[in-house]
C-alpha cells in the first residue's frame, strides 16, 4: 500500500557534548519519497544528527519539522510514534529469537498481535510485499549478515517507519546482496517512503541516492543533487580538495620473504559448540598482503580470535615467525610477533571506560619505561601517548576523557599506533576500515601497505570486497567455515570471488569466461584454488 511520502526538515539544530558541539547549527532537509546520501569524515556529526532525528539524544537548541510540524523526541520510542526508524550499522537483535518474535518484541499492548503465529503471518506478508524475504521462525542465529539486516528494516516497517536512516548498510555486505538490499530500498521509496543514507562508500553514495548532504566538523559543507555532482565535488566539500577522492596506489609486493604466519588444518570451535571454521590452512610471507573476503558470519571472526590466541584451536597447528603458537594465548601470540588490530575496537580492542593514555600502555605497562618495581610512571605514560598521537594523527582526545566518546576513525588509529609501535613480524587487521570515513580508511590502507614495505607479513580479514582487491597480493575467499577459493593478484575474479562470499551459486565464471560448477554444500577436500581452473573440462578431469 503507497502512502504520502513524509518530508524532514531540520533547521540550526546544536548538539554539544563536554562543551564542544558535535553537530553545530546544521540544516537538513529530507523530501518525501527521495533517497538522502549523508556523508561526512568521521566525526563530522553524522551519528550525532542521526540520534538527534531518532531520538536517542535531545539537541540543544534547534528545530525538527515533519510535513511542516514542527516535534520533540523524548526518546527512541517518541521518535518511531512519529514514523521514524534508523537501522543500526550494529544490529540490534536477540539471537536466540525467532525473527517474528524479535519484530514484535517491545511493542506495547494493543499494538502488538494476539499470538506469535499472527506475528509470523504478518512478518512473511510484510517480507514479500517489500521484498526482503526471510523466514519468520527462524532464530537470529540462523540467519546471514544480510537476512538479518532485513529483520532490522522489517522490525521497522513493521512499526509504521515512514522515514528510515539507514546507518551504513553495506558495510558487511557482498555486492549481491547489496543489490538485494536497494533493491527493496527503491521498493520502500515506491510504497511512499523516505530514506536517509549514511553511507562512506563515495560509488553506492553517487548511485543510489537522489541528492546528498555533506557534513564537516559538525557543520554544513554542502546539498547537491547527486546527478549532477561528481565524486570529486563530493570530495571537495567533504575534505576541502578533490585529492581525498583518489585513491592511493597500491603496487605489487617487489620482494616476498620467509614465512611469518602458517596455518595447517586448523579448525575452530563457535559459540554455540558447532564447528566455525574447518581446516583452515594458508600461510603468510614476509612483504605480502593476504586478503580474505567474505560476508560476515562464516567463521571470519571465530578464525581471527584463534590466530590471535583469544579462542582455542580444536585441531590443526598455528606458527607465529616460526614459533609454535597453536596453543600459546594471545600473550604467547603477541610474544611471537603478532600484532592484532581486532574487529571489535571498543570490546575488544580497546577498554572503552579508560582514557587514550591507559589504553597505549595496555601492552607494556609492567615494562620500562611505563612502570619501575611494579609501580606505573604516569609521566612516561603521557610522554608516549603524546609522541603515539602525533605520529598516528589521533584526534578528538582530552586528557583523562574515556575513549569510549570518540570518534570509530580515531579509535582505529589508536589501536594502530598502539600495536604497531610494538615489535612484530606479522599484523593481523580485522574488518580495519568499517565505518571509517575515505580520509581515515586511507590513512589506515597507508599503515598497512607500509607494513608490507618493511618486510612484514598482513593478513587481513574484510567484508568489503573493494577494499580486499585493493590491497592484497592473495585473496582468500571464506564460506562457511572453509576456504573455498584462492586467487593471486595476476588471476583474480571478481565476479567468481563475489559468487564464492555468498554461497549462492554454484556456478563460478573463471578467468577464461568458462564455467566451473562447485558444491559448497560440502567441505571441500583441499583448499580451493580457483585461479588454478580455467575449464569446466579441467576440474572434472
Known sequence: MTTEPSRLEVRSLTKSFYGVPAIDSVDFDLRGGEIHGLLGENGAGKSTLCSVLSGLYRPDTGTVSIDGSPVQFRSPHDAAQHGIGMVYQHFRLVDSFTVAQNIVLGLRRGTR???????????????????????????IWQLSVGEQQRV???????????????DEPTAVLAPQETDRLFEAVSTMVGKGHSVVLVSHKMAETMQYTDRLTVLQRGRNAGTADTANSTPADVA????????AAD??????????????LSLSDVCVTGDSGLAAVTDASFEVRRGQVVGVAGVAGNGQRELQEAIAGLRPIA?????????????????????AGLAFVPEDRLGVGLAPGLPLEHNMALKNHDRSPHSRFG???????AKTTKRLVEAFDVRGNRRGMRVSLMSGGNLQKAILARELTEGHDVLLAAAPTRGLDMAA???????IVDERAAGRGVLVFSEDLDEIIHMSDVVLVMFKGQIVGSFT????????????MTGSDPTVVSPSGSSIEIDLTEAPDETLDVATISTAEEATA
Do not use: N
Request: charged letters at 25%.
Open 315 to 335: 585441531s590443526g597447528s598455528l606458527e607465529v615467525a616460526g614459533t609454535d603458537c597453536t596453543k600459546t594465548g594471545p600473550k604467547g601470540s603477541a610474544k
Open 152 to 166: 532490522e528494516i522489517l522490525k521497522q516497517l513493521f512499526r509504521g517507519a515512514q522515514i528510515l536512516i539507514l
Open 375 to 381: 609501580v606505573l610512571s604516569s609521566s612516561a605514560i
Open 489 to 500: 593478484r595476476e588471476s583474480l575474479d571478481v565476479d567468481a570471488v563475489g559468487l564464492l
Open 113 to 139: 498481535p494476539k499470538s506469535i503465529r499472527q506475528a509470523e503471518s504478518m512478518v512473511g506478508d510484510l517480507a514479500d510485499e517489500y521484498g526482503l524475504h526471510v523466514d519468520p521462525t527462524a532464530r
Open 236 to 243: 571537495k566539500m567533504m575534505f576541502g580538495d578533490s585529492r
Open 441 to 447: 580508511a586511507e590513512a589506515v590502507r597507508a599503515h
Open 247 to 260: 585513491r592511493r596506489e597500491v603496487t605489487t609486493a617487489a620482494d616476498v620473504g620467509e614465512t611469518v
